[in-house]
């Protein structure tokens, strides 16, 4: 089929783009190189369809307007939309991404190649040809200017309009399409055949499934969802529109598989979708008051909370105090210890399986008996480095409820805090640049272990000194604020010298902290924290204290790496998050920076970037298909592989 056919097609509705399909992902520099192979005559591949009864078809961009059936684009999307868009200067209704990536195309007739519109060597230049408005407005617009460029240059001219001909000549190529048909062509037969075609790019995943078949009976789905997920990443927590549905699930069918939504009908969907949101609202509340986790870089564990918005369904809210505090000592443990991140949806059929029969007790006892009889925190699990360890989100939660003291002024680091330096921030206790001139390694200088928090105001004033004389300083002027935030106070562990056993006696100590609290939460209310909030809206108050733990602090150039790629077109990372979907058994591992969609559709499949990993961690990445960097400069140089090939 010709592709002028194609777009055709599009234009009238008999192809259309499945819900299930993600927007337009890709870069100018793939744009420009896939005009290039077009213009050169280079292989492109072709289309896949399934052909399905539109009345009953879930689309993006609104419904066919015709009836009988319509062809819905399985494999092709980016290529298809990329055409269409190049071709007639708009977008298909279809589109979501970037209109960026598909504006100002242009052709230079000596070189030959193609390149997107740059003012500085583009503008009164005629050698450069809007390729769009070419298509548009046809050969015959330009005869005149590319007349007056060659003068009396007849072989110029020719040459000229052959370039352009073969441009134009884009649209009579014939593209082959293999249509997928008939009744036994389920939806689940054909998202099978969709992942094996699109084996390269990003899969279509369990909860993409469920979504296309709910969207298919109410197609405010979405948007929903949508709506939910920005008012939380507007109070600071970012989830995902399939941990949403997961929780949905988990409240309707007590089950992890997203198979078991296709037994529930749509007006108990859409109750349950709003039960869900109310629930998981009230909890973030919860977590916020009652354990200081009041921002998402603190929010480990994400994957527990199908299991507490299963508890929470039928009321909506904790029955008691004691039921809240002993849930949350099963949420701390279950993120401490990597509960749900290997096999997920087995941990999780087992958590709900527990909830439904004993509530939290049995949650706990199932929990102790994955981890061999021991729910403790010990000092050497303390040893991990860096902000996106797991331990620390722990090291937070036992600073906020404990109300542990700025050093500087000895005032309990607690919400609410107000004024222009009195956000909290994260402190190295042994300054890093004295700690690297010493000698000691990446690890032990990023050591949670290292680290307190302080207000801005005091983080400034202590800067680089040694602490040595700092922390002698502290001990005098603010008696009691060391032990609030489990700083040794021996003198002669603040010397450099001294690091390494500085290290092993507040681990130590925090441990025994660790294990003080979450003896109170299983016991029961304690007076050691804030209380629960009574409604399921999240508040955070613009003054509200978050920890300026800047991803610059686990890899300098980290901000400028990611705004790069950003602007490049590259997906958004998850940062300091957990990695999931790995192999079972495989050891809890937090990311610096994690893509589990890929860097980009249609480029590979996860990519993590962590500075360091252990021999396991590390074989679990591996053996899971993660392309693993361990630097700044590896990763880029691999982005930089990535627009070679494009251009190619």
């Not at 929903?224 to 997961?246: E, H, I, Q, V, Y």
């Amino acid at each position: 089929m010709q592709i002028s056919q194609i777009l055709h097609k599009i234009e009238s509705g008999d192809i259309a783009l499945p819900e299930f399909q993600r927007g337009y992902v890709w870069t100018r520099d793939q744009v420009r190189a896939f005009f290039q192979s077009l213009y050169r005559g280079y292989p492109i591949g072709g289309f896949l369809t399934w052909s399905t009864k539109a009345d009953s078809a879930s689309t993006r961009g609104g419904g066919p307007e015709k009836d009988g059936t319509v062809q819905l684009l399985l494999d092709g999307q980016q290529r298809v939309t990329t055409l269409y868009g190049v071709t007639k200067g708009r977008s298909p209704r279809f589109f979501e991404g970037n209109q960026a990536a598909l504006t100002g195309l242009h052709f230079h007739l000596e070189s030959e190649t193609f390149e997107f519109y740059a003012p500085a060597k583009m503008k009164d230049n005629p050698l450069w040809v809007d390729v769009t408005a070419l298509f548009r407005g046809g050969l015959g617009t330009l005869l005149p200017s590319i007349t007056a460029l060659a003068g009396s240059d007849g072989s110029l001219v020719a040459a000229y309009i052959e370039r352009l001909n073969r441009i134009t000549q884009i649209k009579d190529r014939n593209i082959h399409i293999e249509e997928v048909t008939g009744k036994d062509m389920t939806i689940d037969v054909v998202v099978e055949i969709f992942n094996r075609v699109n084996s390269g790019g990003t899969k279509l995943s369990k909860g993409d499934l469920a979504l296309a078949a709910i969207c298919a009976s109410w197609p405010d789905a979405r948007p929903t969802m949508n709506t939910a997920l920005k008012n939380w990443s507007d109070a600071g927590f970012t989830f995902k529109l399939d941990w949403l549905l997961r929780n949905v699930n988990a409240v309707l069918t007590g089950e992890a598989q997203f198979s078991k939504l296709g037994d529930v009908e749509m007006p108990e969907f859409r109750t349950g979708l709003e039960q869900t949101i109310e629930s998981i609202s009230y909890l973030l509340n919860a977590l916020g008051g009652r354990l200081g986790l009041d921002h998402g870089r603190v929010l480990n564990g994400r994957a527990a909370f199908p299991v507490m918005s299963r508890l929470l369904h039928h009321s909506g809210k904790f029955p008691d105090a004691m039921t809240r505090d002993r849930l949350f000592y099963w949420f701390i443990h279950s993120f401490l210890w990597g509960r749900h991140t290997g096999a997920t949806e087995t941990a999780l059929n087992q958590d709900l399986e527990a909830v439904d029969a004993g509530g939290v007790d049995r949650l706990i006892e199932t929990l102790r008996q994955a981890r061999g009889g021991r729910l403790e925190v010990r000092s050497d699990d303390f040893q991990g480095s860096s902000m996106g360890s797991r331990f620390y989100p722990l090291l937070y939660m036992l600073s906020r409820v404990h109300g542990a003291q700025d050093l500087g002024s000895g005032v309990p680091l607690k919400d609410g805090m107000l004024g222009k330096l009195s956000s909290l921030q994260v402190h190295h206790i042994f300054p890093k640049t004295l700690l690297y001139k010493h000698g000691y390694d990446r690890g032990e200088v990023n050591a949670v272990a290292n680290f307190c928090f302080l207000t801005q105001d005091t983080n400034l004033q202590i800067s680089a000194k040694r602490p040595e004389d700092y922390l002698l300083e502290i001990a005098q002027k603010v008696p009691g604020a060391l032990e609030s935030q489990w700083i040794p106070t021996d003198p002669e562990l603040w010397r450099i010298d001294a690091y390494r056993s500085f290290l092993a006696a507040r681990r130590e100590l925090l441990a025994e902290a660790s294990n003080s609290f979450l003896t109170k939460l299983l016991e029961g209310p304690s007076p050691v924290g804030l209380a629960a909030p009574a409604h399921a809206t999240v508040l955070r108050s613009a003054a509200a204290p978050v920890p300026a733990a800047d991803t610059e602090e686990d890899m300098p150039g980290l901000a400028q790496l990611l705004e790069d790629l950003r602007r490049q077109g590259f997906a958004e990372p998850e940062l300091d998050s957990e990695v999931t979907n790995l192999v079972p058994g495989s050891p809890v591992l937090v990311a610096t920076a994690f893509w589990p969609q890929g860097l980009q559709e249609e480029v590979g499949g996860p990519v993590v970037l962590v500075p360091e990993t252990t021999p396991d961690e590390q074989a679990a990445l591996e053996a899971s298909d993660y392309r693993v960097f361990h630097s700044l400069d590896a990763l880029r140089r691999y982005v930089g592989n990535l627009h070679e090939n494009q251009a190619a």
